[in-house]
């Protein structure tokens, strides 16, 4: 079976930085998309950093330029370098892997990390 496990979370001051990877393991062809999202307590989740197969990125606009998503193909491993960090990024992350369980899959399927919390705090 797949599994997709976050970790990296924690209670970090305004202005630090924090690291979250996630790593997607089992019976796994290959990986598409990964996504990382967010959700603040009492709000909506919210996508905040895309990486593609070829490596290509897309983040929020509330994070670009602090936010750094990046992926090592060979760990099946997803980045999230987080700087500058402000209250208003405190929320539970989550990983999203696109991913093709077998070779002559036409479509990929999502699966999703359990989450990790980040507490932005002074």
């Known amino acids: 079976q797949v599994q997709v496990v976050e970790s990296g979370g924690g209670l970090v001051q305004p202005g630090g930085s924090l690291r979250l990877s996630c790593a997607a393991s089992g019976s796994i062809f290959s990986i598409n998309v990964m996504n990382w999202y967010r959700q603040a307590l009492g709000k909506q989740r919210e996508l905040v950093a895309v990486?593609?197969?070829?490596?290509?990125?897309n983040y929020a606009d509330s994070v670009r330029g602090r936010f750094t998503i990046s992926r090592d193909n060979a760990k099946r491993t997803v980045y999230l370098q987080m700087n500058s960090l402000k209250p208003e990024d405190t929320a539970v992350y989550y990983c999203?892997?696109?991913?093709?369980?077998?070779?002559?899959?036409?479509?990929?399927?999502?699966?999703w990390g359990q989450g990790t919390q980040v507490t932005v705090s002074s």
């Open positions: 990486v593609t197969s070829s490596g290509g990125t």
């Open positions: 999203n892997v696109n991913l093709f369980l077998h070779s002559t899959d036409s479509r990929p399927k999502d699966y």
